[in-house]
C-alpha cells in the first residue's frame, strides 16, 4: 500500500444493535446483575432436582417415541437433540458436572444420527441410564474425571455412533479425528 493510501485509510467501528441496548437508560451495573443472577440460581436450586426429573422423563419418552428399532427421522432426531441440550445446558449451573458431560456425549450421537449415522438404540439407551444415574444425589458435585471408569466407558460407546460424512469422532482423551 503506498503512503498516500495508507493516509487516507481510516479505523472506524460500528456501533452494533448490542452496543446501543447497552447504552439504553434503564441497565443496571454488571456487578448487580451477576449479583442477581446468583440470587435467583439459588432460589431455583432446592427445585431443580424435580426439574431435572421432569426433563429426564421427557427425554425418555421421546427417545421412546422412536421405537426400538429407530429411525432417522429429522423432527425426531431434533426433539431429542433439543431435549437433551436443554438438560446439558444447566447441569453444571446446578451443581450435576457429571449429567452435564452423560448430556453433552448423547447430543453427540443424536448430531451424528441427524448427519445420517444409523439409530443405535444400545447407545441412547446407554447414555440415559448413565444419565438416571448421574442424576442421583451422591454423584451431584461430581467432575467426570472423578468418574474415570464411566466417563472413558461413555465415550468409548459414543466412537460405536459411526461418523458419516466426514464428521469427527470423539477420541478416548476426548480430542477428535476424523472418521
Known amino acids: 500500500m503506498s503512503d498516500a493510501a495508507e ?3 481510516r479505523a472506524f467501528f460500528v456501533d452494533s ?9 434503564g441497565g443496571v451495573p454488571r456487578e448487580e446483575a451477576l449479583e442477581r443472577a446468583r440470587a435467583m440460581i439459588e432460589e431455583i436450586r432446592p427445585s431443580f432436582g424435580e426439574w431435572l426429573d421432569g426433563e429426564l422423563k421427557e427425554l425418555s419418552r421421546v427417545v421412546e417415541q422412536n421405537g426400538p428399532h429407530g429411525s432417522n427421522d429429522p423432527d425426531w432426531v431434533n426433539n431429542a437433540y433439543t431435549q437433551c441440550l436443554r438438560i446439558r445446558d444447566v447441569g453444571t449451573t446446578m451443581g450435576y458436572d457429571l449429567v452435564t458431560f452423560v448430556a453433552g456425549n448423547l447430543s453427540e450421537i443424536f448430531d451424528a444420527i441427524n448427519s445420517g449415522t444409523d439409530y443405535r438404540a444400545d447407545l441412547i439407551d446407554c447414555h440415559i441410564q448413565a444419565l438416571l444415574l448421574a442424576r442421583q444425589e451422591q454423584y451431584r458435585n461430581l467432575r467426570p474425571e472423578q468418574l474415570p471408569e464411566l466417563s472413558s466407558g461413555l465415550r468409548r460407546v459414543a466412537e460405536y455412533a459411526p461418523r458419516s460424512n ?3 469422532a470423539r477420541t478416548e482423551n476426548g480430542s477428535f479425528h476424523e472418521s
Not at 444493535?17 to 437508560?25: D, G, K, S, T
Open 17 to 25: 444493535r448490542f452496543e446501543q441496548l447497552a447504552r439504553r437508560p
Open 7 to 9: 493516509q487516507d485509510a
Open 166 to 168: 466426514g464428521h469427527a
